[in-house]
């Protein structure tokens, strides 16, 4: 959450500041600022509200300078509001700040500072922060970099800042504490960002910096030091992403485009790792930790949101195949209750960006204790990629709509290939039911593909239908209960209506008290071992006037005669038609949203990559 750009060389900086900003637009903001550095002076433009209020109060304005940085505010400490906007000042006026994040013991900081006669011009922790960075520096009579050294060394919680001073004209300061910071590199260049899509276009040079690195940003030169003052050597990446995979590419939306996305999406994540017709897999996170895994007395899952449920889902596929103990939990809580970890323990995460941060702190803590890390994340570089013993990248590609789909699919994807992986390599499964589900994975591409070409316009006319109703109840068994948790959520985060996700047969233990005719109830149903189960609870629905929408496998006559609206998807063996199952439930929230005007992209109060408590 949260979007940071920066600026400085030899072109206008505001240009790629502001559509910096806009590119960012997907994390998730409330406000929008910018600060340019002319000459000695610093001016900072906030407004409250989208990038594009920013744009109309600049308007007219003096940009022509060649350093600048921006950001756009998810709020946290303070509403939002032009005050609260960052960039901040200090009380001096001679620096300027933007930061991701937040400082924890900011109350502490804030209270020393009051005491000396500091006076604060927002609610934010931020100030706090560019005013104990500014009292540091004048206190000690240090240059700003001791200063903001000094300062990062007693503030706790997370950060990303980038600072102007005008005492240096020429110079961007940055740091980070487990906030994603990349730096761009041109000829007599630098470009700042939170991810790097602010630079696309500008250079495929990048260098991600790590936790607890200050960088000092010129036109012709990149200094990267850790906080005990000792010169570090930036690794340099190239950057593989294109611009035209974060364009709408004629979809109205996002969220449609990346749903529409899926088939090449899921393709790219088995590509290079699976081959059907030669029953060969290649997962090379997983050999690189094979003693470990084949040692480790269990799994542990971590997660948030949508990977949660890809988690859950992934539980579902380890214990199966390979028939080992294996326990999903929300990072947020992990962290927080002294788990019992060591050696013996190998920890998944899962994450689109890679910074999640509880997860990150969930890791942390679970490394210390000598338990062996496998990411899967999305994103290259990422911290959770870099914390990792081994992992797996999705390969889904740019994901700009907030509300996850490609890169949930692309998740469990990958969680099918670890499963089958570990599976071969523990000779826990029957070599021709490991080939056969290789050769049904293989085929989930061209399948969604198929749903996407058959079924959207019979979900529009649902959407339509039940576009009104105040609640929904999502229900599954089996694999398909996480797909049923995952649609609950993909409908309240894109349309707003309340909707819960339950295993079947827990419905008759509480949720069957709201079922009346004005309740739709969202079956997932495609055929598996439990089938005739869930048909019992389709008609215990039936019985009681819910309105039925299933999600049902082709020439499945029981199961669709019993519903009110039905959608269809090919046959696929239990284990993998969750990958199918889920298309339509995202379709299904998809037009909902647009139905009831909803920002599909956009939601409100949502972000799109959380890196705060």
Known sequence: MCGIVGYIGHRPAYPYLIEGLKKLEYRGYDSAGIALHFGNSLKVFKKAGKVAALEELMNGLEQSTNIGIGHTRWATHGAPSDRNAHPHISRSGKLTMVHNGIIENYAALKEELLKKGYTFHSDT????????????????????????????????????ILLLSEEYPQTIFAARKG?????????????????????????????????????????????????????????????DMELATIEKGGYEHF??????????????????????????????????????????????????????????????????LCRINVEVEYASEFRYRNPVIDERDVIIAISQSGETADTLVALENAKSKGATIFGIVNVVGSSIARLSDAGAYTHAGPEIGVASTKAFTAQLAVLQLF????????GSLDERITQELMQELSEVPQKVQHILDTQIDIIKKIASK??????????????????ALEGALKLKEVSYIHAEGYPAAEMKHGPIALVDEQLPVVFVATKDRVHEKIVSNMQEIKARGGKLITIVTEDDHTASSLSDDCVQIPKAHEIIAPLLST???????????????????????????????
Request: aromatic share 8%; charged share 25%; proline share 4%.
């Open 255 to 320: 969220m449609l485009k990346e749903i529409h996305d899926q088939p090449e999406a899921i393709y790219d994540s088995l590509r290079g790792r699976l081959d059907a017709t030669q029953h060969q897999l290649t997962l090379s996170g997983v050999d690189s930790i094979k003693d470990k895994l084949l040692a480790a007395r269990r799994i542990i899952i971590v997660a948030c949101g949508t990977s949660w449920h890809a988690g859950l889902l992934g539980e579902y596929l380890i214990e199966e």
């Open 583 to 613: 298309i339509p439930l995202q379709l299904l929230a998809y037009y909902i949203g647009i139905e009831r005007g909803a920002d599909v992209d956009k939601p409100r109060n949502l972000a799109k990559s959380v890196t705060v408590e």
């Open 125 to 160: 922790d931020s100030e706090v922060l560019l005013n104990f960075i500014e009292d540091i520096q004048l206190n000690n009579n240090c240059e700003l970099e001791e200063a903001i050294r000094i300062a990062l060394k007693r503030v706790t919680g997370a950060y990303v």
């Open 419 to 426: 499963a089958l992986k570990l599976a071969q390599l523990k």
């Open 466 to 483: 039940y576009k009104d109703a105040r609640d929904f109840l999502f229900l599954g068994r089996g694999y398909n209960f996480p797909i």
């Open 179 to 239: 906030s994603p910071l990349v730096i761009g590199i041109g000829q007599g260049e630098h470009f700042l960002g939170s991810d790097a899509s602010p630079m696309l276009g500008y250079t495929k040079e990048v260098v991600y910096i790590n936790d607890y690195e200050l960088a000092i940003i010129k036109p012709d030169e990149l200094i990267l030091k850790n906080l005990g003052n000792e010169r570090l050597t930036p690794f340099v990446q190239k950057l």
